[in-house]
């Protein structure tokens, strides 16, 4: 399917080289469900553009059009590309050349592409749309224009994607959050959400429902600054893995420097290493919401999906070797208690050593062989190998969330550690009164606060159960006498702690009720003569529509029960 998408990528550019004179091209890579290329010329590509792209498109894959791989050296290269800026500068870091030849396009790639065009179906490919990136992501660069596009094996495939992308544009969280009154982003803030009061209810339900999770397996909670010395960022290894993507800030004198942190674990070493701890305190198991701030292009940043700064339900866990077993599968239960109330399907991936990982490969080589073993017991066949996509300190299992749609999002993750107590010097006494070196898990589980935010508002559709939603229960008086038993039903609720409010808007009751279903409150609890005298409301559930009268005691019943158990 890569193999696919990144040889329509070279249709795309080759028939954008036929319709625009002049142009300069960048990169075309793929990306999941399709491929992007970026382009540089001096008239701006339209919308109405795209379908005059794709016509053009659709005439190359008719002509069976032959891919031609060729190796070349440097010099060939730098003569061919001569008119081509952002190929030279491309070349100048390549060991080895390859271009691919497709009609009268001529790229450098490094493959690999399908045989020819005619085995691209031309209904089963679109351009979605168009976007502008700068030149290598960096904005002191040019501002390129990039064209985006999907491509599949057949036409049914490409139907069900849009259809899943049309009904995903409707939950849209950048959409629902501002219609819902939950978050908003500002200038004076990029990416970093300012949640309303309504969208702070949310937030705070998370993580109150994140900490109680967690006392069934023994955590202890801390906090640590979010403002930390660089020095410890160049001991973790951080520093070189992360210091573009930092905010820094200067102390009282020079000599002091300090940065927003873009990791958790420093804080909590620090903590363990502060007294001496004995292997009858282990496994010791550190949970932090911990603040985070890394820096992202103004491009990059999508509502609550990518953000500069965001909460993380971060967790280290400080652990003799012969416990990892034992300790990984608790981490799983408590996963699955999490997950459960959201009904959000999930797959485990085991993520392994990456490129640039740091320390000796045969703690590495052990540490994944642990991960395997333990996955496999619990899995079955039923995980993914991610080649490579460890962190830099130790290889991770990753949990894949599907939400309503059957998108996927990364959330969890449990990293196993034997780098960062060793550059930490953390040390435990063992039963024979040695001192020995703890392993370290890493572990979040919802992730960013934020992000898992926006995933549950699309996943709900701005629906939220009854137990997350900003208001449980909005009371609707058919008429204003009826005011003031509404109140007291208001008061009676409030006293049980259930969120309700009052509408009493000198609205018709019609109006009143389709305000309260474009709020999407769970219940609406409807009052008048009939109501007041019975002691009792008229109850419109969000889902099941009218229940008919309740008395008040009963109602109050269903309502916590359905928020005691998360339903």
């Given at each position: 399917m890569?193999t696919l998408?990144?040889?329509t990528s070279h249709?795309m ?7 625009f ?6 990169i075309?890579?793929?990306?999941e ?13 339209m ?12 005439e ?6 032959k891919?031609?791989?060729k190796?070349i ?7 061919l590309f ?10 100048e870091d ?7 030849t497709?009609g ?8 690999p592409?399908?045989?020819?065009t ?6 089963a490919?679109k ?5 502008g ?5 960096d904005e002191?660069?040019?501002m ?10 057949t036409?049914?495939?490409?139907a ?10 409707k939950r849209?969280?950048?959409k629902l959050?501002?219609?819902l ?8 803030a ?8 309504k969208?702070a209810?949310?937030y705070?339900?998370?993580e109150?429902f994140w ?9 202890d909670f ?11 960022w160049?001991q973790s ?6 210091k ?11 000599e002091?420097k ?6 958790d674990?420093?804080?909590?070493i620090?903590?363990y290493?502060?007294s ?14 911990g603040?985070?701030t890394r ?11 990518r ?6 339900d971060d967790?280290h866990?400080f652990?003799?070797q012969d416990?990892?077993e034992?300790?990984?599968n608790?981490?799983?239960k ?5 997950y459960?109330?959201?009904n959000?399907k999930?797959?485990?991936?085991l993520s392994?050593?990456?490129?640039d990982?740091?320390g000796?490969?045969?703690?590495w080589?052990?540490?994944?062989k642990?991960?395997?073993?333990i996955i496999k017991?619990?899995y ?20 894949q969330?599907?939400d ?8 969890a993750?449990?990293?196993l ?7 930490f ?6 039963k024979d009164?040695?001192?020995?070196i703890?392993i370290?898990?890493?572990?979040t589980?919802?992730?960013s606060?934020e992000?898992?935010?926006g ?5 709900y559709?701005g ?18 006498k ?18 309700a409010?009052?509408n009493d808007?000198?609205d018709?009751?019609g109006?009143?009720i389709?305000?309260?279903q474009?709020q ?7 009052v008048?003569?009939?109501?007041q005298?019975a002691k009792?409301?008229a109850?419109r559930?969000r889902?099941?529509?009218d229940l008919?009268?309740?008395k008040i005691?009963?109602f109050i019943?269903?309502i916590?029960h ?6």
């Amino acid at each position: 399917m890569e193999t696919l998408r990144h040889s329509t990528s070279h249709v795309m550019a080759a028939a954008v080289q036929e319709l625009f004179k002049k142009v300069k091209f960048a990169i075309g890579p793929t990306i999941e469900n399709g491929f992007y290329y970026d382009f540089d010329l001096a008239e701006r590509i339209m919308p109405e553009d795209l379908p005059r792209i794709e016509k053009k498109m659709k005439e190359l894959i008719r002509k069976n059009l032959k891919f031609e791989k060729k190796e070349i050296s440097k010099a060939e290269a730098k003569k061919l590309f001569k008119n081509q800026p952002y190929k030279l500068e491309l070349i100048e870091d390549l060991k080895k050349v390859t271009i691919y030849t497709l009609g009268d396009f001529v790229d450098l790639c490094k493959g690999p592409h399908l045989k020819s065009t005619g085995q691209i179906k031309f209904d089963a490919f679109k351009l979605t749309k168009l976007a502008g990136a700068y030149w290598k992501g960096d904005e002191k660069n040019k501002m390129l224009q990039r064209i985006y596009g999907v491509a599949f094996n057949t036409k049914k495939e490409l139907a069900a994607y849009l259809k899943q992308q049309a009904q995903a544009e409707k939950r849209d969280h950048r959409k629902l959050g501002k219609e819902l009154d939950l978050f908003s982003i500002h200038r004076e803030a990029q990416g970093m959400p300012f949640f309303h009061p309504k969208g702070a209810i949310i937030y705070k339900e998370l993580e109150k429902f994140w900490e109680e999770a967690q006392k069934e397996f023994n955590y202890d909670f801390i906090l640590a600054p979010s403002m930390l010395d660089i020095s410890i960022w160049k001991q973790s290894g951080h520093w070189d893995h992360f210091k573009d993507d930092m905010y820094f800030a200067g102390g009282r004198n020079e000599e002091q420097k300090y940065a927003l942190r873009p990791m958790d674990c420093p804080g909590a070493i620090l903590i363990y290493n502060n007294s001496p701890k004995s292997y009858r305190e282990l496994p010791l198991r550190y949970a932090e919401p911990g603040l985070i701030t890394r820096k992202e292009q103004s491009g990059e940043l999508v509502g609550l999906f990518r953000v500069q700064q965001f909460k993380q339900d971060d967790a280290h866990i400080f652990l003799k070797q012969d416990q990892i077993e034992e300790e990984i599968n608790k981490v799983i239960k408590l996963i699955d208690k999490i997950y459960k109330p959201f009904n959000l399907k999930y797959k485990a991936c085991l993520s392994t050593r990456p490129d640039d990982y740091m320390g000796d490969i045969k703690l590495w080589n052990k540490a994944e062989k642990q991960l395997e073993n333990i996955i496999k017991k619990t899995y079955g066949k039923n995980y993914e190998i991610k080649d490579k996509d460890g962190t830099f300190y130790g290889p991770k299992i990753d949990y894949q969330l599907e939400d309503a749609l059957g998108r996927t999002w990364q959330c969890a993750t449990i990293q196993l550690d034997f780098q960062m107590p060793l550059k930490f010097n953390c040390k435990y006494i063992d039963k024979d009164g040695q001192k020995k070196i703890p392993i370290m898990i890493h572990r979040t589980i919802i992730g960013s606060f934020e992000r898992f935010i926006g995933i549950l508002i699309e996943h709900y559709a701005g629906a939220f159960p009854a137990w997350l939603a900003p208001v449980q229960a909005q009371i609707i008086p058919v008429s204003q006498k009826f005011n003031k038993y509404g109140k007291k039903i208001k008061k009676k609720l409030k006293q049980e702690n259930i969120r309700a409010e009052l509408n009493d808007d000198d609205d018709t009751l019609g109006k009143k009720i389709r305000n309260g279903q474009l709020q999407k409150i769970p219940y609406l609890l409807i009052v008048g003569a009939k109501e007041q005298k019975a002691k009792s409301v008229a109850v419109r559930d969000r889902k099941k529509g009218d229940l008919g009268p309740i008395k008040i005691e009963k109602f109050i019943e269903k309502i916590k029960h359905e928020i005691g158990n998360k339903k």
